[in-house]
DNA sequence: GTTAGATTCAAACAACTGTTTGAATCATGC
DNA sequence: GCATGATTCAAACAGTTGTTTGAATCTAAC
């Protein structure tokens, strides 16, 4: 006999996939910091005491919610990374490693199985959201990939000192950051309507060429305000 | 006789700027909705009613902080945009027009009268902050803005789709308000501290080369996934 | 000195937060 | 059937939030 008439496998197993899955919704719709956890709890149709029960607290549900996403995808870029640096003799081009940083998000949100472009958005707010939860929590996941991520470009662009290319790597990670975030920043400040921006592949595309251009590009001069000169903006190696 | 022994001049007029250089340091340290009353008031030395009695409310008050900064600097930006234009005979290069973007922001952190590099992380905060607060208030105050600079940006580079433009616009505001949210962020990622993350004109120097080049990078091929030729870097009008 | 209005204050308000409790319910082993 | 342990549930907990109240205080004009 099929003991439960229903679908789930185990009864409990099933209101902590709800709540994983209800609250990453909320997360990305409101925020970490706005969303209660009646409201989760609402959402899965389970008591509101479900939440402590199965996690803890809500630091708890938060940290799991990004890990379930965060880890397996960074997981995947610096797999990506390798494979492409196995592959390759020599260095590879900076539009490669960012093909490596994307490509895992942008595959990761167009897994049907998965709610699509909403873990994108989810990651977005990750970063977004200042304060107490990512404080600790973040780092550890993300610095690993991180410092490989800079030792490639440091190998793809050897003339770029160190401290530019940190630099270079922040503001990177802010436009990433900024877009994945979803429509609340974009809507912010655009006088229209930016076209396509349901469609991660097309930003993915659109965004390669800009930060490839913006990683490699000519320093700018020590100190006084001199205008670059047409030949500051060929690449070293050129020169 | 001084009638008061204070420095004061008006006695409502105190608590109020009080309430307002409070507000603006608590919201720059931990974020507009994390911030309580409370907090506030404690830091100010007011009464907790003074809030509401000044103000109205706490939106009120998050608005009116805001108002303070970004409105000043938005207009600066835009007549530091006007004064290049007229001055000079054809369009601005792109490297002018961020200057005209980011220079009045630098400028404001410059200023010792106000609380120096706080004011650009308060800002930065205010993108970083989803939700409820800026959905409707910041737009009306950016839109004029945004669209002034697109139009120059476009006039720049005439060669450039508007659609991509408005993406790489967004782009680049993803990356200034990354940094300008100040170290949260920043060390989030970072395996390392960046240097000089407290100066603003070091960021900016390293900023504009960046996303110069990735505003007049090359666009990127149609659409199949054939690896960007050689040829593919150089600028469209060279074909 | 008295009065009128603006400002401050302590206290309470209602609503919400995350968390805990203890009994009820369930599935499942014997 | 019965007992055991896991899970659910309604209810309450203690704490914080933004806001309101009404009396007390201050300022300034008459």
Redesign the pocket.
Known sequence: MA???RSGP???????ERLLAAAESLFMEQGF?????????ARA?????????????????VREVLQRRLGPLNEARVQYLDRLEAEASGPLPVERILEALLLPALRLSRNPLEHGSTVLRLLGRAFSEPGDYMKDFLPDQYRVAARRFQQALGRAMPHLPESELVWRMHFTFGAIAYVMAGDDALQLVASCQAPEADNPEAIVRRLVPFLAAGLQAPTAPPLDGSPPTLAGTLPRRAA
Do not use: M, Q
């Open positions: 003991s439960v008439g185990k009864p409990g197993v099933e209101t902590r910091r706005s969303t209660s956890l009646r409201e989760i709890t149709k389970v008591n509101l005491a479900a939440v402590n029960y199965h996690f803890g607290s809500k630091d708890a549900l």
